[in-house]
Structure formats: C-alpha cells, structure tokens
C-alpha cells in the first residue's frame, strides 16, 4: 500500500469541499479532477476529460499470484485518487458467462498471468471479446514465473486497446511458479510490492498531467509472436497439451475443492478423478487442493519443470512501462 499525499499538503477543494489531494502542484478534486491550485482563489478549475472515479481490479488467477498483484496496484490506485475499488474476478467459467462494461472515468488494473510466453490461449476470446472499455483507462499487468513474460504483455496491451481501453502504464512482475516452488518462491516479495508501489505513483503521475487521451503504452514484447515451445532436460521440445492431473486416492477426502475451483470446469464434481473437458495446466487443483493430492505425472510435463528447475532459479528481474 503507497500514498501519493501527505497530511501535511492535503487540501479541499474550494468548490464542492470534498477530499482533495495535492500532488506535484495540483490539487486533484475526488468529485471534481484536477483543480488548479495555482489558481487565483481557487476560481479557474481545469476539469480533465479522464477524472478518475472508479478504480476496478479485474484478473484471471488460478494460482493467486495475478490476483495479488492487480488488486494491490488497484488498491493503492483507488486510495490515492479516494475513489471506490470494485473487483471483476472472472478465473471461473460462471464469471465469463457474460460482458464486462466500462466507461470514461473507470481506470482499470488488468492483470493475466503468462503462459507459455502470451496470454492463456483458452481465455484469449474472451479477453477480445468480454471487456468493453468505452474509453476507460487501464493498466494491463502480467505475472510470469521466474522464466520470462516474453509477448504476454504485449498481447495483453493490444488486446485492452482492442476493447476500447487506453493503456497508460503497464507492468510484468515475477511469481512463485505455478508448476513448482522450486522458481520465485515467495514472490510476489516486499521487492516486488516496491516495483508495484513505482508503477502506481507513475500512473498517478501521468493521469494528473493528462488533458487528452495518450498514446497507448509501449512495452516490450510482440502481440503477434508464436507461443514459447516448453523445452525438456534435453533442450528438445516437449508437448504435454493432452495431460491431465492424476488424483492420489490415498490422500483425497472428496471434499470437491478441486472441481470448485478449476477454471475450465472440467473436473467432474462427482468423481474429481475425471477431468472431463480441456485441462490448461493452470495447477488450480494441484495448488488448492487441502490434501495435496493432484498432482502431474505426464513424462514431457515432469522433463520440462525439471528443466525450469535446473535454468532458472536465478531471480528474474520485474519491470515496469510508463510511456
Ligand atoms: C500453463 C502455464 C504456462 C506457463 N508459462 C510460463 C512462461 O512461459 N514463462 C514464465 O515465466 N512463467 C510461466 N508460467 C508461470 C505463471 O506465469 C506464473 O506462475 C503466474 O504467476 C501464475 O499466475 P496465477 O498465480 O495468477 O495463476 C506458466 C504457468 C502455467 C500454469
Ligand atoms: S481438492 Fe483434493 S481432497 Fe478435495 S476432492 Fe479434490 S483431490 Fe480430493
Ligand atoms: S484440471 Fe487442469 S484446468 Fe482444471 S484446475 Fe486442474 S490443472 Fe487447471
């Protein structure tokens, strides 16, 4: 949690009387926008088009860490402009039944883990299809396993500018992977919380200064890049897209937690040893499970993580785009 504002230089606006915040030289109005303090008495107020009153964290996170780290941004966005904080979670089927709208005025942080290199292949349609921006702003944030983010960010910035968002800043940010805790375990850190704090004053920063919309951020990565191709112990290509979690019965309580939570809805809540429909590998199941009873055990799955775990253990580095 950050705070742009101090006691000290807090202010009210003039007008409507509401909480106001001065920062770098503007008094930023809750209900109003950005009240020029310089001003003579306070009489000519420069409103600008993108006043923030809504901040919304909006995420698809099956293991917590793309959870963690949108509403946190979020939530610091929504205290330094004293506005509501409004979650859209929709990692669960029953959550992408229907569209999300937004509107100018709404600033949303917009955060998808990577997978294989870009977005989730599976949520991608609705990614493009189930968000309408209507000229909000957005801050699209990825998390990536210690590996790299390479094209997710990218994708994720074209893919919000194709729903009608404007990005102003974006940022990636290294997690404890999802297949093993042998990579960035316990991140996202107080390192990492840091990084997030710099990417919201930025954000703060340029939305203050703004008089018209920007020009979308740019990040590094492409949109229109392959997939990353998983390589095993071998350094040769491994393809795992049909295994399944296995489900150890020795330890299952058939609680059904499992079924609950996986964001495919594919395992059968009557019998959580049948995966009935696409499994994304996303480790829901294996991560949330009380008894630690899911696990992998497809031989092209095992070589890759075994791989991940031998290459990149060292800590990969957080970054962060404000232009
Ligand atoms: C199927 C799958 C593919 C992944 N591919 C990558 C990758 O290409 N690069 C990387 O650094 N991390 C990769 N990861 C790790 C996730 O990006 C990371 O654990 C992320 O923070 C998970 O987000 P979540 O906890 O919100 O589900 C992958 C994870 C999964 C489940
Ligand atoms: S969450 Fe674990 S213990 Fe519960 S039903 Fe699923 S496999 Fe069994
Ligand atoms: S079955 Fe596959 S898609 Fe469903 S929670 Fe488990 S790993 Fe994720």
Redesign the pocket.
């Known amino acids: 949690m950050f705070h742009l504002f101090r006691k000290d230089i807090e202010k009210h606006c003039a007008y409507c009387k509401s909480g106001s915040v001065i920062n770098e030289g503007q008094v930023i109005c809750s209900s109003r926008g950005v009240v020029d303090s310089a001003a003579p008495n306070n009489k000519e107020r420069r409103p600008i088009p993108m006043n923030v009153s809504q901040v919304y964290a909006v995420y698809f ?7 963690k780290v949108t509403t946190t941004l979020a939530n610091a966005l929504a205290v330094s402009f004293d506005v509501p904080l409004e979650v859209r979670d929709f990692t669960l089927p029953a959550a992408r039944e229907e569209a999300y709208e937004f509107a100018a005025g709404d600033l949303v942080v917009f955060g998808m ?5 870009k977005l989730p292949n599976k949520l991608l349609d609705f990614v493009k299809s189930g968000f309408h921006g209507n000229g909000a702003l957005a801050v699209p944030v990825v ?8 094209n997710s960010l990218a994708e994720l910035c074209a893919c919000l500018e194709g729903d009608g968002f404007h990005t102003i800043g974006a940022g990636a940010f290294a ?5 093993t805790d042998a990579l960035a375990n316990g991140r996202p850190d107080s390192d990492d919380m840091a990084e997030l704090a710099k990417l919201g004053s930025a954000v703060v920063g340029r939305i203050v200064r703004m008089t018209e919309y920007p020009a979308p951020v740019t990040v590094d990565g492409d949109a229109d890049a392959p997939y ?1 191709r998983p390589l095993g112990l071998d350094g040769e290509p491994k393809v795992f897209l049909k295994a399944k979690p296995k489900t150890d019965l020795d330890k299952c309580i058939h609680c059904g937690v499992c079924a609950s939570l996986c964001p495919m809805g594919s395992i059968n809540p009557d019998d959580v040893t049948e995966v009935v429909g696409v499994c ?4 829901s199941c294996v991560r949330n499970c009380p008894m630690g009873a899911k696990y992998f055990d497809d031989s092209a799955f095992l070589s890759h993580r075994a791989m991940l775990e031998r290459d990149y253990t060292r800590r990969a580095e957080d970054k962060i785009f404000t232009a």
Do not use: L, V
């Open positions: 996170s099956a293991t917590g860490n793309t959870r883990p990577t997978y294989a290199g998390t990536f396993g210690n590996r790299s983010f390479d997690c404890r992977h999802a297949f990353y994304i590998k996303c480790h």
